[in-house]
């Protein structure tokens, strides 16, 4: 296992779809987030689980946005009507107590809403 | 919550000279402070990182320093090389609360 990864790498979608991405961690990493990022911005939090707890969720995750990790390893990331507003970089990390919990990043989600 | 300043928002270097790009945060509370860089199509790659009980770290050409009470940190890039360009994130967060926060991004071109 050699890293986060993410899948698909990206998705083009029309406003109103849903669309779902998954993200596998790197073995054993008990922590999983997921940002979003957006052209010329930093990544901004989402959520994060421990294991198969949802342990937190920001303002920016509206109603329409549902996240999993039903088995305390890979997640999956849905938005429900999309709209054009959610175009961006969906990233995944990772963390694990043997690393100190520094966060690995897998390659990211490039959506566009039409 | 937690804000994360960034300066510069660009920087262009000659290769061979140093990049020093600088943040501030707001949270007294952090204390776990992690650099990224970040390549175009790619995610964000963990460079170096710094916790709070230490005052600066350093790994070959890149070190990082922390000042607490004035609540900055720094990322300085020596001998800089070509494959160095990049955007350069800086983050925070604490302990009990790892999400991070980060700052809006600082572009590094090098120039031959």
């Known amino acids: 296992d050699t890293g986060v990864s993410q899948d698909p790498r990206h998705k083009i979608t029309k406003r109103g779809q849903n669309v779902t991405f998954r993200c596998d961690p790197i073995?054993?990493?008990?922590?999983l987030y997921w940002y979003r990022q957006t052209l010329g911005q930093g990544p901004e939090f989402l959520t994060y689980?421990?294991?198969?707890?949802?342990?937190?969720k920001s303002r920016l995750l509206s109603d329409r946005f549902s996240a999993e990790r039903p088995k305390g390893s890979f997640s999956t990331l849905e938005i429900q009507r999309t709209e054009q507003g959610d175009s961006a970089m969906y990233l995944c990390?990772?963390?694990?107590?043997?690393?100190?919990?520094?966060?690995?990043f897998g390659p990211g989600t490039r959506l566009t809403v039409t | 919550g937690e804000n994360v300043e960034q300066h510069p928002s660009t920087l262009s270097v000659q290769e061979g000279d140093s990049a020093v790009i600088k943040c501030t945060y707001s949270?007294?509370?952090?204390?776990?402070f992690p650099w990224y860089k970040q390549e175009l199509g790619k995610g964000p790659q963990l460079i170096i990182d710094?916790?709070?009980?230490?005052g600066e770290k350093k790994d070959q050409r890149i070190a990082v320093t922390l000042n607490k009470t004035a609540k900055h940190f720094s990322l300085h890039i020596t001998e800089t090389q070509p494959e160095d360009s990049a955007v350069y994130f800086c983050?925070?967060?604490?302990?009990?609360?790892?999400?991070?926060?980060f700052g809006t991004g600082t572009r590094l071109t090098i120039i031959p």
């Open positions: 073995s054993e990493h008990n922590r």
């Open positions: 949270d007294s509370a952090s204390n776990y």
């Open positions: 983050a925070a967060s604490y302990f009990g609360n790892e999400k991070l926060t």
């Open positions: 710094i916790r709070s009980n230490v």
């Open positions: 990390a990772s963390s694990g107590y043997r690393e100190g919990n520094e966060q690995y």
């Open positions: 689980f421990q294991n198969e707890a949802q342990l937190e």
